[in-house]
């Protein structure tokens, strides 16, 4: 089943929303937002990555925190609105709701796709820090894809690996330690530009995540007068997963020189919950 996009010059969907988002695209009370790409027909089609059947687990601890932003977590900065309109008090107000809570995710479920960014970096002699605000650009997104022959599909879970972990294991425990501490928590990402907002649409991809604690680049400058947090969580219902354990899978795609993989991700079902661990694990 094809399910149709509107072009990304239509955003937002209805005058009056906030910039690029997509309200009432799946319904005026949906509550799952990009998630709805993930049809059984994507699901099954998905199952065919399954090829070796090895298995390997993308969580740090809880203590370490790879969690899953859901739709209560980020909303537009300038009028405080969540997906579909939620309101700050259907979250915390005196008749706070379950309005768009972690539990509406049902899972997260399909084809994953691995852009390996950290070993492009180093292929390229790109000098960068991960604990700094290091913006990861789009051409060069497109570039780890080119040279992964990797292609896309809509529903997808799009994975991005930094090397914020592999750069954070190399730490000793005092420098682990004083990175909350931090100024300006800063870390690498990609670039919260119009481009790589639109690019992100025009993909359709299911959710998003990468191994650093932001997945674009933050603190976000807001280019194009909002965040990828803004318009991600708030104007689509697409959740960012953060401090995804990406080293082995990146070991894993590239002795078998693919990319690609079947992902079952199952949130904790928490009521009103703003986010989960992700319980993840890829298939190859």
Not at 135 to 163: N, S, W, Y
Not at 208 to 221: G, H
Request: proline content about 6%; charged content about 20%.
């Amino acid at each position: 089943m094809t399910i149709e996009t509107p072009p990304f010059s239509r955003l937002p969907l209805r005058n009056g929303d906030p910039k690029f988002s997509a309200w009432g695209r799946w319904g005026p009370t949906d509550e799952i937002g990009t998630l709805n790409l993930l049809t059984a027909e994507v699901i099954s089609e998905a199952s065919k990555e399954i090829v070796s059947g090895n298995t390997v687990t993308l969580n740090i601890n809880t203590q370490g925190s790879s969690h899953w932003d859901g739709l209560r977590h980020y909303p537009y900065q300038d009028t405080l609105q969540f997906y579909n309109g939620a309101s700050q008090d259907d979250i915390s107000g005196p008749s706070a709701n379950q309005r768009i809570g972690i539990q509406t995710s049902r899972g997260i479920t399909g084809r994953g796709v691995l852009l390996d960014w950290a070993f492009y970096a180093k292929e390229k002699g790109l000098a960068y820090s991960p604990f700094d605000a290091f913006a990861i650009t789009l051409a060069q997104l497109l570039e780890v894809a080119q040279l992964q022959k990797t292609t896309f599909r809509p529903g997808d879970i799009l994975f991005v690996r930094t090397g914020w972990v592999e750069a954070y294991q190399k730490l000793s425990m005092e420098e682990r330690g004083a990175l909350p501490y931090r100024q300006i928590r800063s870390s690498c990402g990609v670039e919260a530009s119009e481009e790589a907002i639109q690019w992100h649409w025009d993909n359709q991809f299911a959710a998003v995540a990468s191994d650093t604690v932001a997945y674009e680049a933050w603190p976000s400058p807001r280019k194009s007068g909002v965040s990828m947090h803004e318009v991600f969580l708030s104007g689509w219902g697409m959740p960012i997963g953060e401090s995804f354990d990406l080293e082995l899978l990146a070991e894993r795609c590239r002795d078998v020189g693919r990319w690609s993989f079947f992902l079952v991700s199952v949130p904790l079902n928490i009521s009103r919950g703003v986010a989960s661990p992700p319980n993840a694990i890829a298939i190859l």
